[in-house]
């Protein structure tokens, strides 16, 4: 198994273009979600999917958009980047709280630079 | 919201020592709190999980406590070793039903030859 992988590792944009970032997990898992981490701030959630077709907003999502078209993928965009949006991004997936395997499972990052 | 208060500075520590870890959180008690280990430029890895019924949880030389009366959790590393340097993150559950995680900033372990 894979586990979670992200794509690309790393990329560099300029302020206003637009990019995917695209998470995959072969483990089967009903949640997935997408986190940014800064120096000194620690993972902050962006958006989160709770199922194949949903998405919701976590802590900082203003900037970013998402789709979870396949239960397998979930897909973060940036419509217009920013240089605040320079940052590492992590993906990550884990089955439903209720489960009671709460832990969640992450891929390597993508390490994005806007100028 | 939940605040959550892990040391910012790095624990430098001796081989063979105990390394401990703290994780204090402000407002409601999670229903379990969970420790992630870090390595430069990697994603977290989950190490262990405790719930609000647990006082103590380990996983070989990991060791957990839980404290709802102080809010505060305690990581402990034993005979740590040079492999254990990298940061370690505390997060906790978020209540919403959702699996929602709200993480620590992390706080650095250098383990001394």
């Known amino acids: 198994n894979a586990g979670v992988t992200q794509t690309p590792k790393f990329r560099v944009l300029k302020t206003g273009q637009s990019m995917t970032l695209l998470c995959a997990q072969d483990m089967n898992h009903e949640y997935m979600y997408w986190y940014r981490q800064d120096p000194g701030m620690g993972l902050r959630l962006i958006h989160y999917?709770?199922?194949?077709?949903?998405?919701a907003k976590g802590e900082v999502p203003d900037g970013y958009n998402v789709s979870r078209l396949k239960k397998q993928n979930f897909l973060l965009g940036l419509e217009s980047a920013a240089p605040s949006q320079t940052s590492v991004y992590f993906c990550a997936s884990s089955y439903p709280r209720t489960s009671g395997n709460n832990e969640q499972f992450f891929g390597p990052g993508t390490r994005l630079t806007v100028l | 919201s939940q605040k959550i208060e892990q040391n910012s500075e790095a624990l430098n520590i001796q081989e063979g020592k105990t390394a401990t870890l703290t994780c204090n959180y402000t407002?409601?008690?999670?229903?379990?709190l969970q420790w992630y280990r870090q390595d430069p430029g990697r994603g977290p890895v989950f190490l262990l999980l405790?719930?609000?019924?647990?006082k103590e949880k380990r996983k070989e030389r990991l060791k957990v406590t839980f404290d709802t009366t102080l809010k505060q959790s305690l990581f402990h590393i034993t005979a740590s070793q040079p492999a254990d340097s990298a940061t370690y993150l505390c997060?906790?559950?978020?209540?919403?039903?959702?699996?929602?995680?709200?993480f620590g900033k992390g706080n650095q372990v250098v383990v001394i030859p």
């Open positions: 999917s709770v199922g194949e077709g949903t998405t």
């Open positions: 997060a906790l559950d978020m209540y919403y039903g959702n699996n929602r995680l709200a």
């Open positions: 405790i719930r609000e019924n647990e």
């Open positions: 407002n409601y008690s999670p229903a379990y």
